[in-house]
């Protein structure tokens, strides 16, 4: 059984920082793509950054120049770098992990940004 456990979320201010880690209890890279996601209140879950095994990686267009999602592959960690926070950035984060048809999904972290 994977488990995927996620950490890093806060309250932090309009232009300021945070970064969110997912580990997972085994070595999944080297299949498994990666994703991050958020889901803000009353909102649709929506991609926020994914890499593929081959280091293949997409931004959603609203963090593009903001957010930088990276691994480490020695750690089992999954992160997703969050810069220049705006107010609308404030949702529940997820980390993804899949090879279909596994799909795993961490618990979720709470990240919120306000003055």
């Known amino acids: 059984q994977v488990q995927l456990v996620e950490s890093g979320g806060g309250v932090v201010q309009p232009g300021g920082s945070l970064r969110l880690s997912c580990a997972a209890t085994r070595n999944m890279f080297d299949i498994y793509s990666e994703a991050w996601y958020r889901q803000a209140p009353g909102r649709v879950r929506e991609l926020v950054a994914a890499?593929?095994?081959?280091?293949?990686?997409n931004y959603a267009d609203a963090v593009k120049g903001r957010f930088t999602i990276s691994r480490d592959i020695a750690k089992n960690t999954l992160y997703l770098q969050m810069s220049a926070l705006k107010p609308e950035d404030t949702a529940v984060y997820f980390c993804n992990f899949r090879y279909r048809p596994n799909d795993y999904w961490g618990q979720g972290t709470q990240v919120a940004v306000s003055s």
């Open positions: 890499i593929t095994p081959g280091d293949n990686i």
